[in-house]
């Protein structure tokens, strides 16, 4: 089944401790869909500027995501700049420059407004909201944020945690919304405010489900070789999402594949900048990983 | 087969934002040793001052715990105490009178010292040395310690790390001894040291375990009850050893059983203050909470 996610197309620039890259092809709604594509045909729902290398756009096709709605705004594309220290687990913005995502007004084709799975990938949630109420009858929702979007537009999102199945908050984020350290106290609270799945990245540490009556926990798969963690929790959530739409019902066992997908999907993307991993990823590649992480994180 | 466990019996003065005790038993062998007996026989090798109230002594011999070489001195038994703030997963330790501890010199019965399986629960390592070399043809030695003698007693750590099997040790101690961030790293750096396998507790986010042909990873129980940690590192060790300790032979699928019932253990001794709930704790209410783990965490 195919899957319309909705979020940013940026160009990164990101300095680690192991090198730098300037102005990469990036955003919540690429890196999403790198990583779903493994999976499921995927729409891509973004704008960028008429800066925005061609390049990119031949990349995007070639990876058979599809573009019917990629709209080419005037302006320039939406740029973020960060940095990792040491420890590689949080990033320090040093320049976001909105620019044609300021006025961006999603509009999706009548085949993409009957799509059965949508995923709010990051980004203003005005703008998730339009794209959510476009829908005819999606099957599953789902939602990323980020903290900005928690601390400036805390009532959009909540009045749209109402109307999705499935939240996907990373630690510091869940903590911040709920008001509870405690994760599991965190997710529950979450679940309260509407959608019945909560999902918390925990980043290194893995990722933890919780829905009324089912939890489910995994670690991280384990890499020694964190290059660049940008773009980790969109990945992830591609693989969740991906693996789901695949998946003929979603029950606990669908999830938790699901779940261990997108921990996969997620480790090869912080092995190299950008998509310099995730782009070259094949489905066997995947699944090997998967079997490996199956062998060594399960008793 | 039996376990002799070296390390402290202490009494611990814990606060928490859920409440306060005074000078509960505690210690990293107590700890430790609540945990072990579950599967096995234990050996107590501590030492405690002539302050310390017998009611704690037959609480130790109730349970089961051998405590043959638990010594007696003039003088003050050790104390530790401390305080956890709202997240639960740092204590600030407040004041430490080590008392007794200044002249411990363990002496082990001649029976305790052909036991097979020797747990080194955090202490100075001199005295870690000592039990060491007094025990005949140990089949597992493992090792706990602490940042306080990674920084103080280097030098006789890593003489030790030398001779002993196992290395258990918590996330910061690993990078602290190793100097490297990232965990695979640092337990690769660990097991060049001499132990041929490492395992890295992560608190809240669970275990890791390295050797040279095998990596396991798995989360920590997730509970929603924190009310103090202060142990859960010992009594994991001790699920952890007393799984080992009653396997037949030690092998990939029994390290990965006995990783799970350590983080189970030390699940239910986050739950209650100091031993209030490993104490009553059968080995029914293990097992029960083992098979919801294995449900909730293996996909």
Redesign the interface.
């Known amino acids: 089944m195919s899957i319309a996610v909705v979020g940013t197309v940026a160009l990164d620039t990101v300095k680690t401790p192991l090198g730098k890259r300037v102005q990469m092809l990036g955003g919540s709604a690429v890196h999403f869909a790198m990583a779903a594509r493994l999976f499921t045909r995927v729409n891509l729902v973004a704008v960028v500027g008429n800066d925005f290398p061609s390049r990119h756009i031949a990349f995007l096709q070639r990876k058979g995501i599809k573009l019917t709605s990629l709209l080419i705004d005037d302006g320039k594309t939406f740029q973020w700049s960060g940095e990792y220290k040491?420890?590689?687990n949080t990033a320090i913005t040093l320049r976001t420059e909105l620019g044609v995502l300021l006025q961006f007004r999603p509009l999706l084709s009548e085949a993409e407004r009957r799509l059965k799975y949508l995923f709010l990938a990051n980004i203003d949630p005005d703008i998730q909201r339009r794209v959510l109420e476009s829908m005819y009858a999606p099957r599953l929702i789902a939602l990323d944020s980020m903290n900005y979007w928690i601390r400036h537009k805390k009532k959009s999102l909540l009045k749209l945690l109402e109307k999705v199945d499935m939240y996907v908050a990373n630690d510091q984020e869940a903590r911040l919304l709920s008001g509870e350290?405690?994760?599991?106290?965190a997710a529950?609270a979450l679940e309260r405010f509407g959608p019945a799945t909560v999902l918390i990245k925990?980043g290194?540490?893995?990722v933890?489900l919780y829905s009324k009556k089912?939890?489910?926990?995994?670690?991280?798969y384990?890499?020694?070789r964190?290059v660049d963690p940008t773009g980790a929790g969109d990945t992830f959530a591609g693989g969740f999402m991906g693996s789901l739409a695949q998946s003929k019902t979603i029950n606990n066992?669908a999830l938790?594949?699901a779940?261990?997908c997108g921990a996969v999907a997620a480790s090869f993307n912080v092995e190299a900048f950008g998509l310099e991993k995730t782009a070259r990823l094949t489905r066997l590649d995947l699944r090997r990983r998967l079997a490996y992480f199956?062998q060594?994180?399960?008793?």
Do not use: C, M, Q, W
Not at 181 to 185: A, E, P, Q, S, V
Not at 214 to 220: E, L, N, Q, R, T
């Open positions: 040491d420890d590689l350290y405690n994760l599991i106290k529950r925990k290194e540490h893995g933890l089912f939890i489910f926990s995994i670690p991280a384990p890499t020694d964190v066992s938790k594949r779940i261990a199956r060594i994180a399960t008793f």
